[in-house]
């Protein structure tokens, strides 16, 4: 397929993270990491209360400051080494001063509960230089994660190329940012390119695989006119791939799109993936979308010749999805009827449709078993 005579000016590159912005997700996530639940912070005045309570209610005679012996400890759970050193001298100073009030201040007990004090405060101390390094790395590697996320999933433009976007990106596992699904937007002089994909396998082998199809998607997508063509180079990559891992089952199963909004027609390959969906007002329909071989396996057959082209009308939006969508279970087993369930909007627009998927999908599924991934598109005007 040859370009069009007359390109559209290709949309400005989108943000991509910056020191600033990494600087500033850092110090938000020490912050967030660093600071205890309110009920962990309460705990020690509680203990102090209940102490002084105990004190009141006990014979005059007696003191009841061996209560606060695991002050410390209590205050290492909510702030660093200092603050339980300082807690630890004025826990000792309120022992003494209730044990003086009933003239016991230097009874043997009394003098091994301030020993006790002591040594819980130094241990105390311990504990919170080692829950804030804890804490520290654990924020590293969040942030570290949360910042290939947006390099390698960028965010999707709301709007680029005569096309309004949206998208919808939920790993499996939820302490991970990024996993086997992937998805891309490239504004390029051939249109508007679309990729989303789905990696066979999970774990670091499938974010490998994920950044490797991207990037070279990336690179592709705005020198290869021919959109089949363009297939075909991410195979062959997918195929290097598979040979320097030495996993002949290596593939990605994906859906490939190029938008012409000066024609209002979008373009489709689909190597081995899901159909698309077409939304329009009331009614949803599976796009007939030949299927190539999945991304790896190409040299294995042939394929359709061309694209399959399909008129993109204002109100539509067509649904590219994986099938951590489709195949999300419910409690007694039922897969999601994704069709069913987009059939009942009311609007069509994409930053809806993928709400509306973001929460009705956890509805219905409950803990994802599977990554997901939804692109939405629409023409403009």
């Known amino acids: 397929m040859s370009a069009p005579a007359s390109a559209p000016p290709l949309a400005p590159p989108r943000p991509r993270p910056t020191q600033e912005a990494a600087a500033a997700r850092w110090h938000s996530a020490m912050a967030?990491?660093?600071?205890?639940?309110?009920?962990?912070?309460?705990?020690?005045?509680?203990?102090?209360?209940?102490?002084?309570?105990?004190?009141?209610?006990?014979?005059?005679?007696?003191?009841a400051g061996f209560l606060l012996t695991v002050l410390p400890v209590v205050v290492a759970f909510s702030r660093g080494p200092l603050p339980v050193a300082g807690a630890t001298v004025a826990t000792i100073a309120l022992q003494t001063a209730l044990a003086?009030?009933?003239?016991?201040?230097?009874?043997?007990?009394?003098?091994?509960?301030?020993?006790?004090?002591a040594l819980a405060g130094a241990m105390g101390a311990g504990l919170a230089w080692q829950r804030r390094r804890q804490a520290r790395d654990l924020v590293r590697v969040r942030t570290i994660a949360d910042t290939l996320q947006h390099t390698v999933l960028r965010p999707v433009p709301a709007r680029t190329g005569g096309l309004s976007l949206a998208a919808l990106y939920h790993p499996a596992e939820a302490d991970v940012a990024v996993g086997g699904d992937l998805y891309e937007v490239c504004e390029t002089r051939f249109g508007t390119r679309i990729l989303l994909g789905d990696v066979r396998g999970k774990g670091l082998d499938a974010v490998r695989t994920v950044a490797?199809?991207?990037?070279?998607?990336?690179?592709?997508?705005?020198?290869?006119?021919?959109?089949?063509?363009?297939?075909?180079?991410?195979?062959?990559?997918?195929?290097r791939e598979a040979a320097e891992r030495g996993d002949e089952e290596l593939f990605v199963?994906?859906?490939?799109?190029?938008?012409?909004?000066?024609?209002h027609r979008i373009d489709l390959v689909n190597r081995g993936h899901l159909a698309p969906l077409l939304l329009g007002p009331g009614s949803v329909a599976t796009v007939p979308c030949p299927e190539q071989l999945p991304l790896g396996l190409g040299t294995l057959g042939a394929g359709p010749d061309g694209p399959t082209s399909l008129r993109?009308?204002?109100?539509?939006?067509?649904?590219?999805?994986?099938?951590?969508?489709?195949?999300?279970?419910?409690?007694?087993?039922?897969?999601?009827?994704?069709?069913?369930?987009?059939?009942?909007?009311?609007?069509?627009?994409?930053?809806?449709?993928?709400?509306?998927?973001?929460?009705d999908i956890r509805r219905h599924a409950g803990p994802l078993a599977d990554d997901i991934a939804v692109l939405a598109l629409s023409p403009v005007g």
């Open 100 to 117: 003086a009030r009933v003239g016991h201040l230097t009874e043997q007990h009394h003098l091994w509960v301030y020993l006790a004090t």
């Open 32 to 63: 967030d990491g660093l600071r205890a639940p309110f009920w962990v912070r309460l705990l020690p005045f509680l203990l102090l209360a209940a102490d002084l309570l105990l004190d009141f209610v006990l014979p005059a005679t007696t003191a």
């Open 312 to 359: 993109l009308r204002p109100g539509q939006t067509l649904v590219l999805h994986t099938d951590g969508v489709s195949e999300a279970r419910d409690a007694s087993g039922g897969f999601y009827p994704l069709p069913g369930r987009l059939a009942t909007l009311e609007s069509t627009d994409p930053r809806t449709v993928v709400a509306f998927l973001d929460r």
């Open 253 to 263: 199963t994906a859906v490939l799109a190029q938008h012409d909004h000066r024609a």
């Open 212 to 239: 490797d199809v991207i990037g070279a998607f990336r690179i592709a997508a705005h020198e290869t006119p021919d959109l089949v063509e363009l297939g075909h180079q991410l195979d062959r990559q997918v195929l």
